[in-house]
């Protein structure tokens, strides 16, 4: 018995060696090829299986603007220019799958609102992780990296 067991933890060692492995793919929004957007009032869309969605009021819109992304790409962008009146952009992946957020590029265009925020990632409505915090300067400091 003394033999037998170390043998059989090296044959399961071995073959948890020799079998596949778990592959997490990993998904970067297109926005390039972005669905039609009919303003005004458009608060939330769907691209890549992927629901994008702000809190604003209306008649602001989200929409997708050429040479503003990263290294001149198209982007997300939203319409509102009231001091506090975007206070959330929200993720979902379509049919409520879970998923891991691994890093965004973000930048504000607007000079005269506040350049950082917060992203916080939730389960079940309950927040899972700690709170990030994140300054909107992607276009001089590059991707922010969550991995």
């Not at 458009?42 to 691209?47: A, D, H, K, L, P």
């Not at 604003?56 to 319409?79: C, E, K, V």
Request: hydrophobic share 40%; glycine share 12%; net charge neutral.
């Amino acid at each position: 018995m003394k033999k037998f067991l170390p043998l059989l933890l090296f044959f399961f060692s071995y073959l948890a060696t020799i079998l596949p492995h778990q592959v997490v793919g990993q998904t970067v929004i297109d926005f390039e090829n972005p669905p039609t957007i009919t303003p005004p009032g458009v608060t939330s869309i769907s691209v890549d299986g992927f629901t994008f969605a702000a809190n604003f009021s209306l008649p602001d819109n989200i929409g997708f603007q050429s040479g503003t992304g990263a290294g001149g790409s198209r982007a997300l962008i939203d319409s509102n220019n009231d001091i506090g009146g975007l206070t959330r952009w929200t993720i979902t992946r379509d049919g409520g799958t879970e998923f891991q957020f691994r890093g965004i590029w973000v930048n504000n265009r607007d000079a005269s609102a506040s350049a950082s925020g917060t992203i916080k990632g939730y389960k079940n409505n309950v927040q899972v992780g700690s709170t990030k915090n994140i300054i909107f300067n992607s276009g001089s400091a590059g991707l922010k990296d969550f991995a």
